[in-house]
């Protein structure tokens, strides 16, 4: 039986540092569920910025440790942002403080921040599954 706290075999590095080289490969990261850690507001932080802008805000809000996902999407008539950055606090208060800080540290316009209220589903996306 394989041992779950170390997945990959010393055979296996040489393969995994072919594909990190190769590209096929990013990083490796380390799971957290955020609410069972002590994280009770998870914070999706959205602003309606100029198209032409969204590169700069976002590489500005990117480079921020509070910033743990940071993505711009198309605008929709009933939803009227186009940047978003997740982040993770103890408290809602915490939360509303940091987006307040995110916005004026990286000049944003005013915007909204939505906190989870409750979590339906959290998975990994998962690439390489084994056959039965």
């Not at 590209?23 to 999706?44: C, D, E, P, V």
């Not at 500005?60 to 978003?84: G, I, Q, S």
């Not at 939505?114 to 979590?119: I, K, Q």
């Amino acid at each position: 039986t394989p041992d779950p706290a170390a997945p990959f075999r010393p055979e296996d590095l040489p393969q995994l540092r072919a594909w990190q080289a190769d590209g096929t490969l990013r990083r490796f990261a380390l799971l957290l569920f955020h609410r069972a850690s002590g994280f009770a507001a998870n914070g999706m932080c959205c602003w309606h910025v100029p198209e032409a802008e969204a590169d700069g805000f976002g590489r500005r809000l990117a480079a921020e440790p509070d910033v743990t996902h940071c993505y711009a999407r198309p605008l929709t008539p009933a939803f009227p942002f186009n940047l978003y950055a997740m982040i993770h606090k103890s408290s809602w208060q915490e939360g509303f403080d940091t987006f307040r800080r995110l916005t004026d540290a990286a000049g944003l316009p005013p915007g909204k921040v939505l906190f989870s209220t409750r979590e339906y589903k959290k998975s990994s996306v998962r690439f390489f599954l084994e056959e039965d």
